[in-house]
């Protein structure tokens, strides 16, 4: 009787320590979810997520992409529109006489057709964005991860074109107002420039960028005092 009463004890006693040693194992929720909070503290982004960005969309866009409209304004009241129409190159403008807008047509030499045809924008293997026209480069941008070609002697903010040219542009630069920024240059000559100013706008400085929003390549030709400039559309 008295062996069976210390058997019991001793059953109790290991039953009792195995619960406690249980009860050390189960992780606190109030513990868990703490850990939970602090992973969801952490950065949602990584500092570098731009770059990748850039990588990104550039590596979606390899191959050519060729030209497919001009839209040029220039003086006070002078648009001008060059278009695809049924295949061909077409070429049209209004302007403002007395107090009405009348349209006018606009006659495309051969030397326009040449340039209209063969602009470009080339995104090769290594992810260099070029621009040509004539089979002649005019614009060669390799790639880099942070920042893109700036060739600004002016400060953006001095410039009327701040829907071209954003004020807060900088050389660090990547992707400023869902455009991705490759190229801009200012006081460009106008042998350097001309070839490209199908619009003859008189334009002396060039921004080359891929609107993110539009999905399309844009190069714009502006004058740099005034009001004069054009917009090339790549896809």
Known sequence: MKKTSILSIFLAALATFSSCSNEQKTTNPRDKKSENLEE??????????????????????????????ISGFM?????????IEKGKWTA??????????????????????????????????????????????????PFKEEGFTYLLQNAPKNY???????????AKSTIVNKALFLFVKDFVPETEISPLDIAQVGADVMVLKYNTSE??????LFYGECCDESTYIFK
């Open 40 to 69: 969801s503290s952490a950065p949602e982004h990584s500092p570098n997520e731009e770059w990748s960005l850039k990588r990104k969309t550039l590596d979606q866009l390899k191959g050519t992409h060729t030209l497919q409209s």
């Open 75 to 83: 003086g006070a009241n002078t648009m001008v529109d060059y278009f």
């Open 92 to 141: 049209s403008g209004s302007s403002i006489e007395q107090a009405m807008r009348v349209p006018f047509d606009i006659d495309l030499t051969s030397q326009d057709l040449l340039k209209l045809k063969s602009m470009k924008v080339e995104v090769s293997e290594d992810l260099t964005v070029s621009l040509v026209c004539n089979n002649k480069i005019f614009i060669k941008v």
């Open 160 to 170: 009327t074109q701040s829907h071209i040219l954003p004020p807060t542009l900088q």
């Open 215 to 220: 999905k399309q390549f844009e190069l714009n």
